[in-house]
Nanobody, 127 residues
Framework: QVQLVESGGGLVQAGGSLGLSCAASGRTFGSYAMGWFRQVPGKEREFVATINWSGGRTIYGDFVKSRFIISRDNAKKTMYLQMNSLKPEDTAVYYC????????????????????WGQGTQVTVSS
């Protein structure tokens, strides 16, 4: 049973920073790409960032514009998202996702590339 648990969400002022973590259990973490998505009520879940199995390749959504950094620590079975220069429009529930296919290259940016999802963590950016 694969489990993904996000942490680190909260309330931050515009221009501030916040770090999210995703702890994984239940399978060989280091064999799978991981990703972050976000969703606001009434809208589709949106791709934020992904990192391949080794951590050597990352892809970001167009809106990120170098503000976010995705990383992973395979020894700790944890993925991270460092978010800087946050804007009110970054307000959303952020979801951690685990790929269903080992060693996918490049790492996926589509919802259907991911078989496992965390419960989500709320990020609220005040203006």
């Amino acid at each position: 049973q694969v489990q993904l648990v996000e942490s680190g969400g909260g309330l931050v002022q515009a221009g501030g920073s916040l770090g999210l973590s995703c702890a994984a259990s239940g399978r060989t973490f280091g064999s799978y790409a991981m990703g972050w998505f976000r969703q606001v009520p009434g809208k589709e879940r949106e791709f934020v960032a992904t990192i391949n199995w080794s951590g050597g390749r990352t892809i970001y959504g167009d809106f990120v514009k170098s503000r976010f950094i995705i990383s992973r620590d395979n020894a700790k079975k944890t993925m991270y998202l460092q978010m800087n220069s946050l804007k009110p429009e970054d307000t959303a529930v952020y979801y951690c996702a685990g790929d269903g296919l080992p060693f996918r290259e490049p790492p996926g940016t589509r919802l259907r590339d991911y078989a496992y999802w965390g419960q989500g963590t709320q990020v609220t950016v005040s203006s």
